[in-house]
């Protein structure tokens, strides 16, 4: 079973920008995909972004250009830059990583923007 901790969320201006972290339990290669995911009140879960294990990145069209996922493979984190946030991005973000046909999340972390 992996373990997810998410972790870098708070609250931030408009314009400002954020990096969340997600520390998976096990090898980064051991896994077939991590993504982040968020979740606003009264909205559906959705993807934001997700990195494969051979390195393909895939960004939701309100997280291109804005938002990077990246990978530390010696600390088995995923990382979430987000830059030029929006009030609109105002979620909880959680981490989800798929091995072998199973679905893992983590506990999710609040992100808050506003002036």
């Known amino acids: 079973q992996v373990q997810l901790v998410e972790s870098g969320g708070g609250l931030v201006q408009p314009g400002g920008s954020l990096r969340l972290s997600c520390a998976a339990s096990?090898?980064?290669?051991?896994?077939?995909?991590v993504g982040w995911y968020r979740q606003a009140p009264g909205k559906q879960r959705e993807l934001v972004a997700s990195?494969?294990?051979?390195?393909?990145?895939n960004y939701a069209d309100s997280a291109k250009g804005r938002f990077a996922i990246s990978r530390d493979n010696a600390k088995n984190t995923v990382y979430l830059q987000m830059n030029s946030l929006k009030p609109e991005d105002t979620a909880v973000y959680y981490c989800?990583?798929?091995?072998?046909?199973?679905?893992?999340w983590g506990q999710g972390t609040q992100v808050a923007v506003s002036s």
């Open positions: 096990e090898s980064i290669f051991s896994i077939d995909s």
């Open positions: 990195i494969t294990r051979g390195g393909r990145t």
């Open positions: 989800n990583a798929e091995r072998y046909l199973r679905v893992y």
